[in-house]
Every structure is written in C-alpha cells, then in structure tokens.
C-alpha cells in the first residue's frame, strides 16, 4: 500500500502564505500524476491542482496565479505554495497519487493523504 501524508496546515490572515508537503511512501512504486484538493465545510471536495510526471500542471481558476504546485521526484514528495490566501481558501487539504506498484505486471493504484486543514482569517 502506497500512503500519502500532508503536512504545512495552519492558521493565517488573509493575505498570508502557507507551504503543504506531500510525501509518499510505500515500497516498488512509481508515482505519475499527483495534486492536491479541498473540501470545506458542508462542501463537496474541490480540485485544486495536479501536476503530472513530466511536471505539466492545473490548476483551478479560482487559485490561478496564487498557488504553485510542484514535485520532487527524488524524494517522491509533492508541493503546494499557496500565497495571497483568502478566507474562501479554508478547508481540508487532501494529496492525491495516481501511479503503478511495481510488481505483478503492474498494478495501479490511486491514494488519498488523510488531510491537512488550512484556516485563513479574514
């Protein structure tokens, strides 16, 4: 099994900066697309970027220019830099991984994280 756990949740003003961190682990993987998604309260969960193997991204339009994500192969570790929160940015961030376990021809697999939740006052 391929675990997925967050971390870099919080709280900040309006305005503010957080980084999240998603790594990986598990044994005989290979990681293709990965991102990041939200959920607030009484919401249904959101998109809020991916990032493929090959590093191409998307984002939804209401983070556009606002947050980056990005991926360390090596350390199978994806990112989200969210700059000039806003309070409607609040909700559970969730990692998300497409990818292949590496035995038996080949097996996919998509996982979860268990969520880190991100709190901008206004």
């Known amino acids: 099994q391929v675990q997925l756990v967050e971390s870099g949740g919080g709280l900040v003003q309006a305005g503010g900066s957080l980084r999240l961190s998603c790594a990986a682990s598990?044994?005989?993987?290979?990681?293709?697309?990965m991102g990041w998604y939200r959920q607030a309260p009484g919401k249904q969960r959101e998109l809020v970027a991916t990032i493929s193997s090959d590093g191409s991204t998307n984002y939804a339009d209401s983070v556009k220019g606002r947050f980056t994500i990005s991926r360390d192969n090596a350390k199978n570790t994806v990112y989200l830099q969210m700059n000039s929160l806003k309070p409607a940015d609040t909700g559970a961030y969730y990692c998300n991984a497409d990818g292949i376990r590496l035995f038996l021809g080949g097996i996919p697999f998509n996982s979860w994280g268990q969520g880190t939740q991100v709190t901008v006052s206004s």
């Open positions: 598990g044994s005989m993987f290979r990681l293709n697309a």
